[in-house]
C-alpha cells in the first residue's frame, strides 16, 4: 500500500503542477474522490468536514506531501481558519454581511447553509464565484460588510496597497477580515521587483510563477498602513503539538485578523 500511495502522490503532483487553476477548481471534488480510497486511515483529522486518513494529499507548486484533505479541499490555512471561526469568534452565531474573495472550496457550501450569514462570494476569474471583479477597484458601496476574507491572493495582485485599501473600504466600522498571504519569516521587509515578469524568474523571486512579491515579517505593518488594526492570532497557544499535528497545521503561521476601527 505504501508504494502505490507513493505512485499516486506522483501522479497527483503531476497534475496539479499541469492544469490549469479554473479546470482544477471545477474538477477538483470529482478528482479527490477518485484517488480517496487510497489514503483511507486514522492518522489525520480534517477538523472542518471531521474526516481522517492515512494522511493528506499532496498540494502546492513543489507537491508537498500531506496537505490537502480529500474529504473538503481543505489546505492547513483553511483549518487554521476553521478552528479560530468554530472556537474563537461569534462568526457562527452573529447576524453578518461577508465578503468571501476567491472563495475557498471547504468554506462556500458551509458558510451558504448558515442562517446568520448574508454570504457573497467574488473573484477575478474563478468560475465558483457570484461575482467578477479586481479587489484594486471593487465595485460595492463602502461601509458594506462585516466580515471579508480575502486568503492568498495579495501575493497575486500588482499594487497590494490600493486593494488593502479596497478591501478597508468595504468593511463596516468594526468589522474585521482574514487576509492571509505566504510570509518567508526569515525576511524582515517584504521583497518585491516590478522588473521581474518571466514567470521562471518570478518563481525564483518570490516562490511561484503567479506571485509578484514575497511578504517577509512586516506584512503586519502593512495592512497597519492601509488603515486596519491587526491581530495576530497564534493557534499554537491553545493547542497542544499532538493537535497540530494530527490537523496538520503549520505551527509557524499567524492569523491575521485585520480590524476596521468603529470610526
Known amino acids: 500500500m505504501a508504494n502505490k500511495l507513493k505512485i499516486m502522490n506522483k501522479l497527483i503532483k503531476f497534475f496539479v503542477k499541469r492544469i490549469p487553476r479554473p479546470v482544477l477548481i471545477r474538477f477538483s471534488f470529482l478528482f479527490v474522490a477518485l484517488v480517496r480510497p487510497f489514503y483511507y486511515g486514522r492518522k489525520v483529522e480534517c477538523p472542518i468536514c471531521g474526516k481522517r486518513f492515512r494522511s493528506f494529499l499532496p498540494y502546492g507548486n513543489k507537491g508537498r506531501s500531506n496537505r490537502l484533505c480529500s474529504g473538503c ?4 490555512r483553511h483549518r487554521l481558519i476553521w ?9 457562527f452565531n452573529d447576524n453578518m454581511k461577508v465578503l468571501h474573495v476567491a472563495p475557498e472550496q471547504p468554506f462556500i457550501s458551509r458558510f451558504k447553509k448558515c442562517k446568520n450569514l448574508d454570504y457573497n462570494t467574488a473573484d477575478l476569474l474563478s468560475p465558483i464565484a457570484d461575482m467578477h471583479f479586481d479587489i484594486m477597484k471593487i465595485p460595492l458601496a463602502d461601509n458594506s460588510y462585516d466580515a471579508v476574507f480575502c486568503n492568498h491572493v495579495l501575493e497575486h495582485v500588482e499594487d497590494d496597497f490600493a486593494a488593502m485599501k479596497e478591501l478597508y473600504r468595504v468593511l463596516k466600522p468594526d468589522g474585521w477580515a482574514i487576509l492571509q498571504v505566504p510570509i518567508d519569516a526569515q525576511r524582515q521587509a517584504t521583497y518585491e521587483d516590478k522588473s521581474i515578469t518571466d514567470p521562471k524568474e518570478r518563481e525564483k523571486a518570490f516562490g511561484q510563477y503567479d506571485h509578484v512579491r514575497l511578504y517577509g515579517r512586516d506584512y503586519s505593518q502593512r495592512l497597519e498602513a492601509a488603515g486596519f488594526e491587526v491581530e495576530n492570532f497564534d493557534i499554537t497557544k491553545y493547542l497542544n503539538p499532538e493537535q497540530i499535528v494530527r490537523y496538520r497545521l503549520d505551527a509557524s503561521e499567524l492569523l491575521y485578523i485585520a480590524h476596521k476601527p468603529k470610526c
Open 73 to 76: 479541499l481543505s489546505l492547513e
Open 83 to 91: 478552528l479560530y471561526l468554530k472556537d474563537f469568534s461569534r462568526f
